[in-house]
């Protein structure tokens, strides 16, 4: 399913029905949209490293799936969405049954199909714009398959990735000499615009913050010869919020952007380990690794609000520099051993409501619609 868009762009263009381009140029944009893609989601399975749902592997995050099938279906809408809605209709609703299904299949989590969708839509968009500039036009027929103009009413979907700083160290309640550093976040973020001003939008965001610690060795006795090391799990959370957007263009190139929203933040499980490393009689290296610090920001309402400034690459697309701002104060639950030695021992848990808040930072790759 997640290849019929594409392959009915080839099948009208065979059968006489004339789109937005000639066959060849055509196939040079979705080559280009193919590739940078490609490049992008791989770069992320692989570096990211989310499990998969089933637990078969560590490359989920996002959904190459619904990458290549939202790839499809805007290609389809690129050719022939102005000849006639339906035609994007139909292969829209194609790619979101492709992201359902991965879903239902239990090969994705829901933020992985959204990524990807997002993905698949704005790496298109750029694919385009880097063969338009290349061919110096809109296309091989822009007079009758111009699109109307987006920012009379700037509806737009936007992948971000940037900066995140909390303003608080995020595990301060064991003295561990552990603390949080700066970390990053990413996500999807759209709106729909009922004027030329004003609309609704959502964002959904991962955000997370590496934990490290004064000391990555222990010479604790307890561990004999052997050398240890404590190994550190992020702190993060997924977010969702939705709220009013503002937007006002500064002249032809630029435009301005506000917002405020409401929504949920739900904490992921971070940890920290000891990792012994030891030689037995044999010389054979033998590592155990047991956890005795587990934190986790417990699902939480939260706000939140930024400004924005694109710069518009063309009239569908353009490079926002955002900064926001998110706050909310969950219950943080922090479990630990009684005795770091024995991994065994009684685990004490503590409960607290602590602030999460932070501000990101950085750059998001807007289409607009």
Known sequence: MQYVPAVSVYALNLAGVKGRNNLGRATISYAAS?????????????????????????????????????????????????????????????????????????????????????????????????????????GDRPGKYDFEDPLERPSFLSLKVGYAGATRNLVEAY??????????????????????????????????????????????????????????????????????????????????HAKVGAGVLSGATGKLSFKVEDIDNDGNILNDEFEFLRYKPATAFK????????????????????????YSKPKFTYSAVDDVSDPDSNINSITQKEKLDYISAGLRLTAFF
Request: charge should be negative.
């Open 175 to 256: 003295e561990l000499g552990i603390h949080s550093k700066n970390g990053f976040e990413a996500g999807l973020e759209g709106a729909y615009y009922f004027s030329q001003n004003w609309g609704i939008g959502a964002d959904f965001s991962f955000v997370s913050f590496p934990i490290s610690t004064s000391d990555s060795t222990i010479t604790d006795p307890d561990f004999g010869t052997s050398t240890s090391s404590i190994v550190t799990e992020s702190i993060g959370a997924l977010n969702f919020t939705i709220g009013p957007h503002f937007t006002h263009a500064l002249g032809g190139k630029f435009l301005m």
């Open 34 to 138: 193919a590739v940078i893609m490609g490049i992008l989601v791989n770069t992320i399975k692989y570096t990211a490293k989310v499990e998969r749902p089933d637990g078969s592997s560590n490359n989920s995050f996002p959904s190459g799936h619904t990458s290549n099938a939202f790839m499809n279906a805007t290609f389809l809408h690129k050719e022939y969405g102005q000849l006639s809605p339906m035609y994007s209709i139909a292969g829209y609703s194609m790619s979101t049954f492709t992201g359902i299904g991965r879903g239902l299949n239990n090969r994705h989590w829901i933020s992985d199909v959204l990524a990807g969708a997002g993905i698949g839509i704005l790496f298109t968009q750029l694919g385009y714009f880097f063969v338009d500039k290349f061919y110096g036009n809109d």
């Open 303 to 326: 706000v939140n609000g930024g400004l924005g400034l694109t710069y518009m690459l063309n009239e569908e697309l353009g490079v926002t520099l955002y900064s926001d701002y998110h």
